[in-house]
């Protein structure tokens, strides 16, 4: 992935997708959307819509892991995700752990007040955001 270029974060969920997004110089993250999912090819048009309007280099998705750091269902269906996003938009995508990314999420959405049906419309995108956020302030590894 090339060092000045925007970035999307990706929260994976079967019903739901949390976007969020870098600025150029990967040093922010910006939640973007919550997307809906549909079927296969209105959720490909979504995803290279949002490569073209926001200037994408590549893709970071969240990878749910165990607390004790193995893999499980979740994680393979979100590789699988990803590797649907390559394949689709034929940009790179880095996993990157999202352990406890929803529930910050929920716990920052709770303090500042918001009900139950204004968290749960901006859950995901936020979750998108903290992943995206973490893997900026860890420099931009490149893992899988």
Same mark, same amino acid.
């Given at each position: 992935?090339?060092?000045?270029?925007?970035?999307?974060?990706?929260?994976?969920?079967?019903?739901?997708?949390?976007?969020?997004?870098?600025?150029?110089?990967?040093?922010?993250?910006?939640?973007?959307?919550?997307?809906?999912?549909?079927?296969?090819?209105?959720?490909?048009?979504?995803?290279?819509?949002?490569?073209?309007?926001?200037?994408?280099?590549?893709?970071?998705?969240?990878?749910?892991?165990?607390?004790?750091?193995?893999? !499980? +269902?979740?994680?393979?269906?979100? =590789?699988?995700?990803?590797?649907? &996003? /390559?394949? %689709?938009?034929? *940009?790179?995508?880095?996993?990157?752990?999202?352990?406890?990314?929803?529930?910050?999420?929920?716990?920052?959405?709770?303090?500042? !007040? +918001?009900?139950?049906?204004?968290? =749960?419309?901006?859950?995901?995108? &936020? /979750?998108? %955001?903290?992943? *995206?956020?973490?893997?900026?302030?860890?420099?931009?590894?490149?893992?899988?």
């Amino acid at each position: 992935m090339r060092e000045y270029s925007r970035l999307l974060g990706i929260d994976f969920g079967t019903v739901r997708v949390g976007v969020a997004v870098s600025d150029p110089g990967r040093t922010i993250a910006f939640p973007l959307a919550t997307y809906h999912r549909q079927d296969a090819d209105r959720d490909a048009e979504f995803f290279r819509d949002m490569v073209a309007e926001e200037e994408i280099a590549g893709f970071v998705v969240g990878l749910p892991m165990h607390t004790d750091g193995r893999e !499980g +269902l979740k994680a393979a269906e979100a =590789r699988a995700f990803g590797n649907w &996003l /390559a394949e %689709q938009t034929q *940009l790179p995508v880095a996993y990157f752990d999202e352990r406890f990314s929803t529930v910050q999420a929920e716990t920052i959405l709770w303090d500042a !007040g +918001l009900t139950h049906k204004r968290r =749960r419309e901006r859950r995901d995108r &936020l /979750a998108a %955001q903290l992943v *995206l956020q973490a893997y900026l302030d860890a420099g931009c590894p490149i893992n899988s």
